[in-house]
């Protein structure tokens, strides 16, 4: 067991309260939007030693990682845990799949675009998928409406400014990706009197009784008041206005645009970095690259399905290889045992746990406490976990070979 210390990002949509709440610290002086838990070059968790899990890691790839995992994603750890704390929204974003991420990578990289550069897109080779679990009641937008929908949504606000909604109702197999196109390349006047022509209809509909569309419109006027002239406010009434409930959780494969607008959440992905931004930003935007990413289908959209296992863990289920993430709940009369499944990591987001691995004998139990992480190797053995909380476990995906 290698307990770790967890490096926090501050990104101006954070929280001064959720990620200290959790980690037991007073309130932040400045806002901590994403607690990293894994091995990213980028921002990597620490061993008690000094080393990073990520020098570990590259010290001892087959101890660490285990020889499946290296045959099927390299010696790298697949997968990156984190708990995010969203206080204001996050920018419309999607993510390349696993070809479209090593083209463009080796193309900027070709180009001599340093990683850092404001207007790199593609800071390494992966993909990411994604699977966030909300902890508290948690809003997002995620993914694009059936064309039909939305352009019920922009008849029933009246949008003049822009035939959106003709658009949309054209019959067009690509009609999504045309409005969505069509918005997105506006010149400077014409959208600017698309997004006051949007907010006004939207403040109308507000103050009268906008029915089911009544969540969409209500973000339209704070996204609005956080991100003046950004025609990102308009192009969030064309995605699915998501509610997760507490341990409910949403899964967002490659090319899925979306944003998270508020609550507090432990989210998992692929090991990467790469987001393509479409607005709700300062941040650089490409428009061209970010619509040739996308997807423009519209899949039912709702909260993952989960199953539990026999020994009580229940998992949440997605199609990703490189992660699966599922939570135990400890009792009194409740523990969780475990066969030798590393690599994997252990959050405790409630309460306290505690940790005894149990071969080749017995060691003295390990606390877990609220807020800690630890890792385990793939030559670590089996556990048990006991106590009395939640602790949420990040492992490689299930083979589907």
Request: glycine content about 8%; hydrophobic content about 40%; some cysteine.
């Amino acid at each position: 067991m290698l307990l770790l210390d967890n490096p926090i990002q501050n990104y101006a949509w954070g929280s001064r309260t959720s990620l200290a709440k959790l980690l037991g610290h007073p309130p932040a002086a400045q806002p901590e939007a994403e607690l990293w838990i894994g091995a990213h070059p980028k921002a990597s968790s620490r061993l008690s030693d000094g080393r990073s899990l990520l020098e570990a890691i590259r010290a001892d790839p087959a101890g660490m990682l285990g020889s499946d995992a290296i045959a099927r994603f390299g010696t790298r750890l697949p997968f990156l845990l984190k708990v995010l704390a969203v206080e204001s929204p996050l920018s419309l974003q999607a993510h390349p799949s696993i070809e479209q991420a090593a083209r463009g990578f080796a193309r900027e990289e070709g180009a001599g675009v340093p990683l850092d550069a404001p207007e790199r897109t593609y800071k390494d080779d992966n993909h990411k998928p994604e699977l966030l679990c909300a902890l508290t009641p948690f809003e997002a937008l995620s993914g694009f409406r059936p064309a039909a929908e939305a352009a019920e949504l922009f008849e029933s606000l009246g949008v003049s400014s822009l035939d959106l909604a003709g658009e949309l109702r054209s019959g067009a197999p690509d009609a999504l990706k045309r409005a969505f196109s069509l918005l997105m390349t506006l010149p400077a006047d014409p959208r600017a009197r698309v997004i006051a022509d949007v907010i006004e209809r939207c403040e109308r509909a507000s103050r009268a009784s906008p029915g089911r569309f009544a969540g969409s419109i209500g973000w339209v006027l704070k996204l609005a008041a956080q991100y003046p002239g950004d025609v990102g406010v308009v192009a969030s009434l064309l995605l699915n206005h998501l509610s997760l409930a507490p341990l409910e959780a949403v899964y967002l494969d490659a090319g899925r645009l979306h944003a998270y607008l508020c609550g507090t959440g432990v989210e998992i992905m692929a090991n990467s970095d790469n987001v393509l931004r479409g607005g709700l930003t300062p941040k650089h935007v490409d428009v061209p690259e970010l619509t040739s990413v996308l997807l423009f289908d519209s899949p039912v959209i709702g909260a993952s399905s989960t199953h539990a296992l026999p020994s009580g863990e229940v998992c949440y289920e997605t199609p990703a290889p490189e992660f699966q993430l599922s939570r135990v709940e400890l009792g009194p009369d409740v523990r969780f045992r475990s066969e030798p499944r590393g690599p994997e990591i252990l959050l405790c987001v409630e309460g306290q746990a505690a940790l005894e691995l149990l071969a080749p004998a017995p060691a003295a139990p390990r606390p877990l406490r609220r807020g800690q992480a630890c890792f385990l190797s793939a030559s670590s053995p089996g556990y048990e976990l006991r106590g009395s909380g939640r602790v949420f476990r990040a492992t490689v995906g299930v083979s589907r070979g």
